[in-house]
Structures are given as structure tokens and as C-alpha cells.
């Protein structure tokens, strides 16, 4: 494919991963040399609503309702991410406890979160985020692979308002982890502020945009501008998570070792006066100077991530063949269920996660925005491929069989 330099959405739209890939690395570098996890936090404020606006700006009020007269897409919608789906991270994260020989086979989140092990942490926050399908930068990489990106712009809003139900659940389960009836408030308050202010806000706006422009020529067409601003956004946004986690980990790790370094010191002092050595505050998430167990866990989460993103595909394909869906259905479908709402989902799990283990899930849900990436370069060269061996028949043929 060649972009014309001058048609710039064509243009970053074709280039987005190398875009993406780029404003996670700026983020990174930034985030290890200037400590400035408050700045990018405040920043990711801003950035993640921006983003939903303009991925909303490109859902008209009309085509989501048109979209409900294709009941076989919406069924394979619905089945694949939030029955198929689920099942397929239930049985990953069963697995992976296994493997790490975690005692407690209930999978409650108190438990989970307690232990103070970061690779608890990412198969809890890895399996929330794989339970949630992708609302903004899937439809471009949908379009790129020839899929309907139109019919799956337009059920974007009923994916957001399905997994919004299944986080509450999840969020209610966090709040039981609460120790007094205050926090648990305040984490309810948390919560639904997150949805409002990152969700529901920038949806009402881009439908209130959308009724305005068409009586006013300035709002047209910034609105237009803003709709083909997805992917600049997108690796804005991506950026300034990667920097907020970065400085967050890298100055944990920092004070940590200050500390532990100081405690020795203070330790060594102590024996030589025949004094008892003070023990270490363990409240942290992760170990003072466990670099180790912090690169394992990492890795943990990557090959994690890439078993999902392997496997997750075939449950796509899979739901097409049996609702029956066209090839560039299926398409979008195998992509809906592939790509995940890591992006959207940071506030809403910061909201209900434990206070001290916030950067460690700003990681996690980088870590799982890295390893999709990745995939979903493979997937442009795949899954067209495979959707034209399996899927022959036409949109249009399909509806003429039933």
C-alpha cells in the first residue's frame, strides 16, 4: 500500500504501529530520567477521555442504530468477547496459578492482591483487561486488514456498556477488599467517577458535537479534524502511560534501594554495638530491590499476554463460523475479540486497585499494549489470509442463504 504523504489520517493510519512503538519508547526513556509520574498522571487525565472523544466522534448516532438490524454480528460480538472469551482467561489464569503453585484456587480478589507478589498481580489485572474488548484504535487496524470497520465502529458504544457491567462486578469484588466502610466508599466514588469522566462524558459530548455540526460550519469541521486525530492521540496517550509507569517503577526501586542500603548500613552499625537488626516495612507490592522477581514477573506477564494473543483468533474465527458471519465480518470480528481495552481500562483498575500497587498495574497494562502490538503486525498479514481461505462467501451471499 502507498500513502500519500499529504492525505495525513492515510498516512498515520498506515504507520500507526511504527507510531505507537516510537511514543512507548520517547515514554519509557522519559520516564527512567525525569521524575515526573505526577506530571504524566495528570496528563493521562486529559489524554484518555481526548482519546474516547475522538474514537466516539466516528460512531453517528444513526449507524449504531442501523447496526442493530445485523443480528448474527452482534450475537458474534457478544458470544466471542464476553462468553468465549472470559473462558479462554479463566482457563489461562487457572493455568498460570498453577504453574506459579499458588495455594488458593478460589481466585478472590482479596487474596490475590494481599500476597504482595507482583505475578499475582498480573494474572488478576491481566485477566480484567483480557475480559475487555478494544473501543478505540482496533477499528484501524480492522480497516487496514480489508474487515468491516464500519459495522464495527458502530457497535463500539454496546461493547463499552457490556464490559462496563462485567467491571462492576469486578469492582465489587475489589471493594470486599477494602478494611473499613470509608474506604470502601471512597473506592465506589473512585470507580464511577473513572466511568463517567473517561466514558460516559466523552461519549455524551461527541453526539452532542455530532447534532451541532450540522448546523454550524466551525464545529464541522473541527469535529472532522478531530475524527481523523485518532492515531496521534492514540500514541500521545500511549506515551504518557509509558512514561507514568517507568517513573513509577524506576522511583520505587530507587527509594527502595536507598532504604534497603540505609537499613544495612543502619544494621551493620547495630551488630557492632550488639544491638537487634530493625526489620524492613514489607507493605510495599514488590520487594525492596527485587529486581529479579520484578523481570520475572514481567515475563510472566509477556508469554501471558502472548499465549492470548495466539489463541484469542481461532475463538474469533471460531464464532464466525457459527453465527454464520461473511468475510469481512469475520474479519472484524477475529480482531474485536484479539484486541483488548487496555488503554481506556488503566483508571478504572487504578480506581479499585490497592494503593500501593498502582505503578505495578500502570506495568501490567503497558506490558499487555506491547506484547498486542506486536500482534497485531502479525495479524495484518494472518488473518486476511486466513479469512479468505475459510470465509469465500460475500456478505451479501451469506444473507441470501438464511
Not at 507510531?19 to 487525565?45: D, E, H, K
Not at 463500539?156 to 457490556?162: G, S, T
Request: overall charge positive.
Amino acid at each position: 500500500m502507498v500513502c500519500n504523504h499529504r492525505n495525513w489520517p492515510a498516512f498515520f493510519e498506515h504507520y500507526q504501529i511504527w507510531f505507537y512503538c516510537v511514543a512507548i519508547v520517547i515514554g519509557l526513556v522519559t520516564g527512567c530520567f525525569s521524575p515526573i509520574s505526577g506530571f504524566a498522571n495528570r496528563a493521562l487525565q486529559v489524554m484518555l477521555p481526548l482519546l474516547l472523544l475522538v474514537t466516539f466522534l466516528q460512531v453517528p448516532c444513526a449507524a449504531i442504530v442501523n447496526s442493530f438490524s445485523d443480528k448474527r454480528f452482534i450475537a458474534g460480538l457478544i458470544v466471542g468477547n464476553f462468553l468465549f472469551i472470559p473462558a479462554l482467561v479463566f482457563l489461562l489464569l487457572w493455568s498460570g496459578l498453577s504453574w506459579l503453585d499458588f495455594p488458593d484456587k478460589q481466585l478472590s480478589f482479596s487474596t490475590l492482591t494481599s500476597g504482595n507478589n507482583p505475578y499475582l498481580y498480573f494474572s488478576l489485572f491481566g485477566a480484567i483487561l483480557l475480559c475487555a474488548p478494544c473501543v478505540d484504535y482496533v477499528v484501524s487496524f480492522c480497516r487496514m486488514a480489508k474487515g468491516d470497520a464500519t459495522a464495527l465502529t458502530a457497535m463500539l458504544p454496546v461493547l463499552l456498556i457490556v464490559q462496563l457491567c462485567f467491571l462492576f462486578l469486578w469492582g465489587v469484588m475489589g471493594f470486599g477488599n477494602t478494611t473499613t466502610l470509608a474506604d470502601e466508599r471512597q473506592k465506589i466514588g473512585e470507580f464511577l467517577f473513572s466511568v463517567v469522566s473517561v466514558l460516559v462524558l466523552p461519549l455524551c459530548i461527541a453526539w452532542l458535537l455530532q447534532g451541532i455540526s450540522r448546523h454550524n460550519k466551525f464545529i464541522s469541521t473541527s469535529t472532522s479534524v478531530m475524527e481523523k486525530s485518532v492515531v496521534p492521540v492514540t500514541a500521545l496517550t500511549l506515551m504518557v502511560i509509558a512514561t507514568y509507569a517507568s517513573s513509577e517503577i524506576f522511583s520505587t526501586f530507587k527509594n527502595c534501594c536507598s532504604a534497603a542500603e540505609n537499613t544495612s548500613l543502619f544494621g551493620l552499625n547495630n551488630r557492632l554495638s550488639g544491638e537487634n537488626l530493625p526489620m524492613l516495612d514489607n507493605a510495599e507490592p514488590v520487594s525492596c530491590c527485587d529486581k529479579k522477581q520484578l523481570s520475572g514477573a514481567f515475563l510472566y506477564g509477556v508469554l501471558f499476554y502472548a499465549l492470548y494473543a495466539f489463541l484469542a483468533p481461532f475463538i474469533g474465527f471460531l464464532t464466525a463460523k457459527l453465527t454464520r458471519l461473511g468475510r469481512k465480518k469475520a474479519i472484524a470480528l477475529s480482531f474485536s475479540v484479539s484486541t483488548r481495552n487496555s488503554l481506556v481500562l488503566l483508571p478504572l483498575l487504578l480506581s479499585i486497585a490497592p494503593s500501593g500497587g498502582r505503578a505495578l498495574i500502570t506495568g501490567v497494562v503497558l506490558t499487555q499494549t506491547c506484547v498486542e502490538l506486536v500482534a497485531e503486525i502479525i495479524y495484518l498479514r494472518l488473518i486476511p489470509r486466513y479469512a479468505q481461505k475459510h470465509f469465500r462467501c460475500q456478505e451479501t451471499e451469506c444473507e441470501q442463504r438464511l
